[in-house]
């Protein structure tokens, strides 16, 4: 679980406390959250990132499920500091279920590691305060268990008790920040990237990097002490300060706290174990120097693996010793201290293999090798009785070909195309005739009787009047829609397939919004309601939220129409506030904010909604001020610096989805 420990800046280790506990979840909610409504931030941004980010990062360790190290563009590489004895190292007592007992996994080991932890701070005017939290932080998802291992870079900014709605600029040795302060002056920008199980390449791209380290005199092999403040290197800009600006404001430092071990051991990546007969192929890959494959009891023995000078590439070919062998094998770098290890399955090669797999347009031709007998199965196709090519007529070729043996081992081989002729481009569809129905035959059997007596010859009769032609039914149209309401810039299907003696489809609009539609002359067309106005407009629009009415009618093979079906779409329309702290500073800023949501909707808005803001201050004409978007938690926000010449003092907002507000503006 990620501690709350990041919350604050580091701290001498003497003086640190351990908060609550949050997990990776409650933290990115609590990232997200910040830009919520009402706390006056939905300004608070990234506005420089860092672009040299880190570059590299080792082979995971086996014995804690974590890299074994990153790397940066100055070559320097980190690694986990976990001697809890060492206060280099940063780690609390609290930290470790049994801190007499040496660090294990997962049974006594910390929740939260770093690779790098840097802080500083900032005294406000006031008695508040800015707090920078820069690190690469190894850390679980959920419990400390084998799976849940996350590795995350963060920045983080905290204010408290600073000037009260205004906005603060940051800058520090990775980029540049903005934040907005509420009416107690607080405001906090976090950004963590990425926390996912397993997924340790994606902190690379944090804005972490290069790492933080003391100009001068740091402890050997180490980055920096945790309890002294210090003067830093590692800005890829040399601004190696934390700064603020804003509201009067003018404060820099270049002190910080750090942490971080460089990293002395390489790791070791096992790519790969093979049994071949009575062998064990094995490969790995590390930038050490002393490599050994875990010997396991009856099996084989402990053995060192080889290299080529100058390469990274290992490798041994180890004996087994007994019938069986292994499900995994572990490599050790034992030149790393402490050692490290990596995991690998071992895998038993296939006694098949596909040695042809080729489409000509008419046949699929396949063969195949076999050491473990015939014949083998084609998925799909049929048998290979030998190594001889067989052919089947196909149509549609599979994209690759798969053959199973008896013993179960299986080989693939992607198809290869030729030749063939082009594919005929498609006809138009024929539209089906009706369902004509059962079919019902009766008589012509021969059911034994008594023998037949001669009968007279059957006297003529007149010819039988042809019977009237039945008339048909005539066609009666039901309409139907999937949905009873739809939101602006959604869609519906219709349904009108319940109709009866229906030979053609005609549906219409008779009011409300137009729409458009699609597939408008068959049985189920897709109506979309237009957005109720375009971030382009440059005038307010006149808004109709009205039902929609559509039609239906269907039309008789002898072409007779039914009488109308009616449907009705109720427009759904967002609900939009305007932020109470809504402001106007003459030649210095114009800001509002406020909300949209769409009642019952919980998904993500696709595309997004937009709002049009309009000044519609009272004795001059209205006047289109700008747009924004709406973001996934129903929050936007319209910021302009300079502000317009003229005061605002009221605003019109204008959302895509129909809804509407006007609200003040407070002039300073």
């Known amino acids: 679980m990620l501690k709350a420990r990041l919350l604050q800046p580091p701290k001498p280790v003497a003086a640190r406390r351990t908060p609550g506990r949050r997990t990776v979840a409650t933290l990115a909610a609590v990232a997200l959250t910040a830009t919520g409504a009402g706390a006056a931030i939905a300004a608070t941004e990234v506005t420089v990132k860092n672009t040299d980010h880190l570059t590299t990062v080792g082979p995971v360790n086996a014995e804690h499920g974590f890299p074994a190290w990153y790397g940066d563009s100055t070559g320097t590489r980190v690694e986990l500091c976990l001697d809890l004895q060492n206060p280099l190292c940063g780690l609390l007592l609290d930290e470790i279920p049994a801190p007499e007992s040496p660090i294990s996994f997962p049974e006594n080991f910390p929740e939260e590691a770093f690779y790098m932890l840097a802080g500083s701070e900032l005294d406000l005017p006031g008695g508040g305060s800015a707090i920078l939290t820069l690190g690469l932080e190894a850390a679980f998802s959920n419990t400390v268990t084998a799976g849940d291992q996350v590795v995350f870079g963060r920045q983080r900014i905290v204010v408290k008790e600073g000037p009260a709605n205004t906005t603060l600029t940051f800058q520090h040795p990775y980029g540049t920040v903005t934040v907005d302060t509420d009416a107690s002056g607080d405001g906090r920008l976090v950004e963590d990237i990425s926390p996912a199980n397993g997924n340790f390449t994606t902190a690379l791209k944090s804005n972490i990097g290069p790492f933080l380290k003391w100009d001068t005199g740091a402890p050997e092999g180490y980055l920096g002490n945790p309890d002294v403040e210090h003067k830093v290197i590692g800005s890829p800009s040399n601004f190696n300060q934390f700064a603020a600006t804003g509201e009067g404001i003018n404060l820099s430092t270049d002190l910080f706290t750090v942490q971080g071990k460089i990293a002395t051991n390489h790791g070791v990546q096992a790519d790969q174990a093979m049994v071949n007969g009575n062998m064990i192929d094995v490969f790995a890959t590390s930038g050490g120097t002393q490599l050994q494959v875990e010997g396991q009891e009856g099996m084989f023995a402990t053995t060192p693996m080889v290299t080529d000078d100058g390469s990274n590439r290992f490798y041994a070919r180890i004996q087994l010793t007994g019938e069986t062998a292994p499900t995994q094998i572990k490599i050790t770098n034992i030149s790393d201290q402490p050692a490290s290890s990596n995991i690998v399955d071992v895998t038993k090669p296939t006694g098949i293999s596909v040695t042809q797999a080729t489409y000509d347009g008419t046949q699929l031709t ?303």
């Open 366 to 668: 396949v063969a195949a090798s076999s050491a473990v007998g015939w014949p083998l199965a084609v998925t799909g196709m049929g048998d290979l009785p030998d190594t001889q090519p067989v052919s089947w007529p196909v149509k549609a070729p599979p994209s690759k070909v798969t053959v199973t043996a008896a013993n179960g081992d299986t080989a693939s081989l992607p198809v290869m195309v030729t030749a063939g002729a082009a594919t005929p481009i498609g006809l138009e569809p024929t539209t089906p005739a009706p369902d004509p129905g059962p079919v019902t035959e009766t008589g012509g059997g021969t059911t034994p009787t008594e023998p037949e007596t001669p009968t007279q010859p059957e006297t003529p009769t007149e010819p039988e009047t042809p019977a009237e032609p039945e008339t048909p039914a005539a066609p009666e149209a039901v309409a139907t829609a999937a949905s009873a309401s739809v939101a602006r810039g959604a869609s519906v299907v219709l349904d009108g397939s319940t109709s009866t003696g229906a030979a053609a489809f005609t549906w219409s609009q008779t009011s409300g919004p137009k729409v458009t539609w699609k597939d408008e002359t068959t049985a189920t067309p897709t109506v979309t309601v237009p957005y109720a106005v375009k971030t382009s407009d440059t005038a307010p629009a006149t808004l109709d939220n009205d039902p929609v009415q559509l039609q239906l009618i269907v039309t008789g093979e002898d072409g007779t129409q039914s009488a109308p079906a009616t449907v009705e779409l109720a427009i759904q329309t967002d609900t939009v506030t305007i932020g109470a702290d809504a402001r106007y500073r003459q030649g210095r800023e114009f800001r509002v904010n406020g909300t949209s949501t769409l009642a019952g909707n919980t998904a993500i808005l696709t595309p997004a909604t937009s709002v049009v803001i309009y000044d519609n201050t009272p004795g001059r004409a209205i006047k289109k001020l700008g747009t924004a978007q709406v973001d996934t938690l129903g929050n936007w926000t319209l910021r302009m610096r300079p502000p317009p010449s003229q005061a605002v003092r009221s605003v019109l907002v204008q959302s895509t989805r129909g809804g509407s507000a006007t609200g003040t503006v407070t002039n300073r």
